[in-house]
């Protein structure tokens, strides 16, 4: 199942070892779902997670993203027909799309007001557990 997963999505993960977002990190570690990323979805990845505040290890991020590009699928996305209120989400629906992804897994759904996304379900790491169980 090919997902894209926000970057709060992966920080929730590592700062909550319990919580959703870390089980959906760990499906993603796994294998069970492939992430779908593009450079600019990368470049977001590495300097999210580097941020100081966090304290995580460059170890630890650069094995995260090492996995990422390792089972995940490039894409090459294509401009959004309609514009986000936040354009530094449009890379992640862009991607989405692009791949026709079953869903983008974000914690802050309000940034994705309704609207045509093909297939792609904009669903919160426990919607997404919830469906994924189905």
């Known amino acids: 199942m090919i997902v ?3 970057t709060n999505v992966l920080v929730s993960g590592v700062l909550k070892p319990y919580s959703p977002a870390a089980s959906i990190l760990r499906m993603v570690v796994e294998g069970i779902i492939q992430p779908a990323y593009d450079l ?3 470049a977001e990845y590495q ?3 580097s ?8 170890e630890l991020v650069n094995s ?6 390792e089972e995940g699928l490039l ?3 294509s401009p959004l027909k309609s514009p986000l209120p936040d354009p530094a989400d449009e ?7 692009a791949a026709a992804a079953a869903a983008l897994v974000t914690g802050n759904r309000q940034h994705f ?9 904009i669903l919160s790491p426990s919607e997404f557990l919830d469906m994924f169980r189905l």
């Open 47 to 49: 300097e999210v997670l």
């Open 51 to 58: 941020r100081p505040k966090f304290k995580f290890g460059r």
């Open 40 to 42: 600019r979805i990368l």
């Open 113 to 121: 007001p309704r609207g045509s996304y093909g297939a792609v379900k």
């Open 91 to 97: 890379p992640f629906l862009e991607v989405a799309v």
């Open 75 to 77: 894409i090459s996305a």
């Open 4 to 6: 894209v997963v926000d």
């Open 64 to 69: 995260l993203l090492d996995q990422i590009e």
